[in-house]
């Protein structure tokens, strides 16, 4: 049996116990800690925004974007259908609702005519605008900012990024991230960097800064005795952790131009299976990190994204599906939804090929030449 590739393996820079170390030997075996500080001043300097909240969780850190945004019970947030669940649960925490919007083609992202409609239909139907908006920058491709934070300003509704898979990437020369009020980033173990698993909230300024450390600590006033105005969380990041994120953080850059490779050699190599598209970026305002290089294939192809699955999972490549769209989750029927098919026909058209910045050239031939191989003898 040829050895497994995997859709987005961990890849350690090698420096990473250094941290870890430190933290055995001053005994921070506790959340927050020196590691904590690091890395959230490392990622700071990286985004070019010092105002960057290390926490468990890319979810965690959702959810904090929405509590610091005032969304409460009642509430409606606007939220991207095409996306992982985790973009949307958060809202449900808040006892809000999300409302669903469709993607655009250029970018697959949250399409900006679809948003204004909700935001109009949402206010005729309840009476009051959705509280606030998330887009996601999904497989790392910035979504349409300009026109969705355009769209936004004109109803006064602040912007929080999903910006879990986009760490690197940019949009018209500034990171993913920075561009919304908020901002949310993941440190899963699939994700551009690894902590372990972890998040962070980037903010706008040192109040919002200090409110998120706050809120994230359980929400403990100065007082000499444990006294509370409002309900807090436990999301810090662990030091532990923020090692590992210190370490990562000496390769990140290595990582986003080794996914950015790996994605140029995919185009290459599929760029002569007629039907088939490498998805790129609709022009130089989007520069992805290609966290995942994704492909989709046309109607007259006769196939479905598992028939390919299966025929790598042969050759113990492993692929995904694209997202199942929320507006189609059993758990978010009710929900309210804006738009076409763009979302749906993406999901049972598309694959995410393996795109870890661990793999090789090799790898990345063999990958291309099981799915050739499929087309072919589709034909
Ligand atoms: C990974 C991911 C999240 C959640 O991040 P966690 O760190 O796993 O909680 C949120 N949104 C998107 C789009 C993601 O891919």
């Not at 808040?94 to 993607?103: E, L, M």
């Not at 140029?264 to 002569?272: E, M």
């Not at 995410?352 to 087309?375: E, M, N, Q, W, Y």
Request: net charge negative; glycine share 8%.
């Amino acid at each position: 049996m040829k050895s497994r590739i995997f859709l987005s393996f961990p890849h350690l820079g090698g420096n990473e116990m250094k941290w870890i170390e430190e933290a055995f030997k001053g005994s921070w075996v506790v959340p927050l800690g020196p590691n904590v500080n690091e890395f959230e001043h490392l990622l700071g300097n990286y985004l070019g925004n010092p105002y960057v909240v290390a926490l468990s969780a890319g979810t965690a850190a959702l959810h904090l974007g929405l509590v610091a945004l005032g969304v409460e019970a009642g509430d409606e947030v606007i939220c991207q259908s095409f996306t992982f669940a985790a973009s949307a649960n958060p809202i449900t925490y808040q006892g809000a609702t999300p409302v669903f919007v469709d993607s655009e083609p250029d970018t697959w992202n949250m399409c900006p005519v679809a948003l204004e409609n909700a935001i109009i239909d949402r206010k005729k139907v309840t009476g009051k605008y959705p509280k606030a908006i998330i887009p996601v920058h999904l497989y790392g491709m910035p979504a349409k900012m300009d026109e969705i934070l355009a769209v936004a300003n004109k109803y006064n509704i602040p912007v929080l990024e999903d910006a879990a898979e986009a760490l690197g990437s940019t949009y018209k020369g500034t990171m993913c991230g920075t561009l919304g009020k908020y901002g949310a980033l993941s440190f899963n173990g699939n994700k551009i960097i690894t902590t372990s698993g972890g998040g962070a909230l980037i903010c706008p300024d040192e109040e919002a800064d200090k409110r998120i450390k706050f809120l994230a600590t359980q929400a403990r006033e100065n007082m000499p005795y444990y006294y509370h105005n409002v309900i807090g969380y436990n999301y810090r990041l662990s030091n532990v952790s923020a090692g590992i994120g210190c370490g990562q953080m000496q390769v990140l850059e290595q990582h986003v131009a080794r996914r950015r490779e790996i994605h140029n050699l995919y185009t290459q190599l599929l760029q002569d299976i007629e039907g088939v598209t490498v998805m790129q970026n609709p022009s130089n305002d989007f520069d992805s990190n290609f966290w995942l290089t994704t492909i989709t294939f046309d109607d007259s192809w006769n196939t479905t994204p598992e028939e390919i699955r299966q025929a790598l999972e042969a050759e113990n490549i492993e692929t995904r599906w694209l997202w199942r769209p929320m507006h189609m989750q059993p758990v978010f029927a009710n929900a309210p939804y804006y738009g076409g098919d763009c979302a749906r026909n993406l999901f049972e058209h598309g694959l995410c090929l393996p795109s870890g910045s661990s793999l090789t050239d090799d790898d990345i031939h063999r990958v291309a030449d099981a799915i050739k191989d499929f087309f072919n003898k589709k034909k």
